[in-house]
């Protein structure tokens, strides 16, 4: 009889472990709470950690959202056979308006005929080694303005896209483009070195001898910097007065596209299509680097941050839970003597210990996570930041917590394991 | 060594012994003298055996010998015919949880668990469903006196009701074999006569008891065979039938 019993061992169901854990928890609420204080504190901070990384993750992307570039430049990329065709169809600018994310778009090259550009205050242009040049100094700056001014002809819908401001006078508009007026302005710095100072009184440059009014001087622009430095005439009255751009004199007109924050990368994947249809692939779209790489670099570093942070916790928290249950299985040894004495195998000792260890973690968890959303939601408040809390970094942490615990109570665990039931019986049980 | 006894009949004899040890010893480690020396015991089935003599004689380690929670160092223990003392863990766990029913000195209750959880205890590793448990749990204590305080908290109960519980505790599972290590030694009078009236009890009903106990007067109530133990590596024996 004896024989045949040896070959089956005794047995403990995996409901009956959980069951005689939890029992063995209520029983002894104290020092239940107590072992779960640890899991409780690790858990909160490591959710706190991961909220606050995806907390500040977003503030850093909401700071960088008004640094991301608005601008997109398209130009050909290669000159035009045909040097009297603009290389963008009619109605260009209205179309590319029209797109989502567009606020303006507008043409506009560099004034560069087969003969150098002259830009002067006065009808007759000044040149180096006249004898006017040699009567003054003043005389001699103005000269050397005139022969470094640039000359852009420009579109209102490139003003517009480049974002112009005046400190004095008007854009040209509509108007002035129909009308072919022999208008310009003037960025501030052109018209500092051509001696325009304000517009009070008639101011006229006279651009390779073609007599233009000064109507306005451009004291600041978002796009095309080197618009301060030049003169500005209507994109019509440069071709009336000059012909179309001659792209092999380096006269290549591009388009200025002013875009929202953020839709900069859709529409200069758009725009080419918008341009031409046909021949998309023979325009050349840039755009300035954003601050994309930066941001992501910015928000990477602070998410490892709060992780490491968050995993060192979870490592003590751990360490803590494997310090009280080992605490707790020293003062229980008579138990678990017990335990082996009525049929208990080493295997059993370790389920109990480790299914309790897990249980006190995973209420650790429990209380721990709703902890960690609230101090998330408390520490954003207090900052003025939008609370962001990723699901995937809540809802498994009670689980969390049980891995935790399970893997905190292995060792004591194995201590109880080992516990000899001769050695423990003489003491009386506490518990 | 020559174990001297008094054999009555007993209820169901057996050709072979149901504990049979042969020369077994027990060394502590890092201790000299053996606190058991080439012990000799035979038991047959349905014998009550009380097993008495002075503190440190030895008896708590013969009885931990024989319910399998010591090895012997020296000699040799056969259970029911079988050599157990090189037995794997696996299988003296089985014997012990399956044949073997102890008392302790003291009752060794979970004092926060109701009288029915500590009853219940043994039978947790026995492949038994919860209400089997339940049902084998309230007739040990049916058997003992203590159905009717099964809900109460053990820390509630006084000391003889206490070992009355771990009495029921060791029987829940009907062993072939019920170990009592001095069980009415922190027992008044009356706890220990109740205790002794039960043990005798039990063995009517055929179970085979083995009982050390430091009260002769005990021993001499309850015993049909009286071992006294050997102090250390000395034999002391004696015949003290009732």
Redesign the interface.
């Known amino acids: 009889m004896i024989r045949r019993r040896i070959s089956r061992p005794t047995r403990l169901r995996l409901a009956d472990a959980i069951g005689e854990a939890c029992t063995a928890i209520l029983a002894k609420p104290a020092r239940a709470m107590v072992t779960s204080l640890g899991t409780l504190l690790c858990v909160a901070w490591f959710v706190t950690a991961l909220g606050l990384a995806s907390t500040a993750g977003g503030q850093v992307t909401s700071a960088f959202a008004h640094r991301l570039p608005t601008h997109v430049l398209i130009s050909p990329k290669r000159a035009s056979p045909a040097p009297a065709a603009m290389p963008y169809p009619a109605g260009t600018e209205q179309r590319l308006g029209a797109l989502h994310g567009v606020i303006a778009a507008g043409v506009f090259w560099p004034l560069r005929l087969r003969h150098r550009v002259v830009v002067s205050a006065r009808p007759q242009p000044a040149t180096v080694g006249s004898p006017r040049a040699a009567r003054g100094r003043t005389a001699d700056n103005r000269a050397r303005a005139a022969r470094q001014t640039p000359v852009m002809a420009a579109s209102p819908g490139f003003l517009a896209a480049a974002a112009v401001k005046l400190s004095s006078g008007r854009l040209f508009g509509a108007w002035d483009q129909a009308h072919r007026a022999q208008v310009c302005l003037a960025g501030v710095v052109a018209a500092r070195a051509l001696g325009i100072s304000h517009l009070r009184h008639q101011r006229t440059l006279y651009i390779d001898d073609v007599p233009c009014a000064v109507i306005g001087i451009i004291s600041r622009a978002n796009a095309r910097q080197p618009i301060l430095r030049s003169v500005v005439l209507p994109s019509a009255t440069a071709i009336a007065q000059w012909g179309p751009p001659d792209e092999r004199a380096g006269a290549m007109p591009s388009v200025l596209i002013r875009t929202r924050p953020g839709a900069a990368r859709l529409v200069a994947r758009q725009a080419p299509f918008v341009i031409s249809q046909d021949r998309p692939d023979q325009f050349l779209v840039r755009r300035p680097p954003g601050p994309g790489q930066l941001r992501d670099q910015v928000a990477a570093t602070l998410t490892s941050l709060f992780y490491a942070l968050g995993w060192v916790s979870l490592a003590i928290g751990t360490l803590s839970i494997a310090s009280v249950t080992w605490l707790s299985v020293r003062e229980r040894s008579a138990e678990f003597g017990l335990r082996r004495a009525v049929g208990a195998r080493r295997l059993h000792i370790l389920a109990h210990v480790v299914c309790e260890s897990a249980i006190l973690g995973l209420i650790g968890g429990l209380a721990g996570a709703s902890l960690g959303v609230a101090m998330i939601i408390l520490l954003a408040r207090a900052r003025g930041w939008i609370p962001v809390v990723a699901p995937l970094t809540v809802l498994p942490a009670p689980l969390g917590g049980a891995a935790a615990g399970m893997l905190a109570g292995v060792i004591p665990a194995m201590f109880a394991a080992r516990i000899q039931p001769a050695e423990t019986l003489s003491r009386s049980l506490a518990i | 060594m020559a174990i001297e006894s008094l054999t009555q009949p007993i209820s169901r004899p057996s050709a072979q012994p149901l504990i049979e040890l042969r020369g077994a010893g027990v060394t502590y480690p890092g201790r000299r003298s053996p606190a058991l020396s080439a012990f000799d015991l035979a038991v047959r089935h349905g014998e009550l055996v009380t097993l008495t003599g002075p503190p440190g004689s030895g008896k708590?380690t013969l009885l931990?010998v024989v319910?399998l929670?010591?090895r012997p160092t020296t000699g040799s223990y056969l259970?029911?015919?079988?050599e157990v003392t090189r037995?794997g863990?696996?299988?003296r766990?089985?014997?012990?949880?399956?044949?073997i029913g102890?008392v302790?000195?003291?009752p060794?209750?979970?004092?926060?668990?109701s009288v029915l959880?500590n009853v219940v205890?043994?039978l947790?590793?026995?492949?038994l469903r919860r209400q089997q448990r339940s049902t084998a749990a309230a007739a040990a204590l049916e058997r003992v006196g203590m159905a009717h305080r099964m809900h109460a908290l053990a820390r509630e109960l006084p000391a003889g009701e206490q070992q009355r519980v771990a009495i029921a505790?060791a029987i829940a599972?009907n062993p072939s074999l019920l170990l009592c290590d001095d069980p009415t030694a922190t027992l008044d009078e009356p706890a220990a006569a109740q205790v002794i009236g039960l043990l005798v009890g039990l063995h009517k009903e055929g179970t085979t008891v083995l009982v050390a106990t430091r009260d002769q007067l005990a021993a001499a109530h309850s015993s049909r065979r009286l071992v006294v133990a050997p102090i250390g590596s000395g034999t002391l024996a004696g015949d003290l039938s009732p």
């Open positions: 708590s931990s319910g929670l010591l259970l029911n015919g079988l037995l863990d696996k299988d766990t089985a014997l012990r949880g399956r044949l102890r302790f000195q003291q060794q209750l979970l004092a926060s668990r959880d205890l043994p947790l590793y026995a492949e505790r599972g």
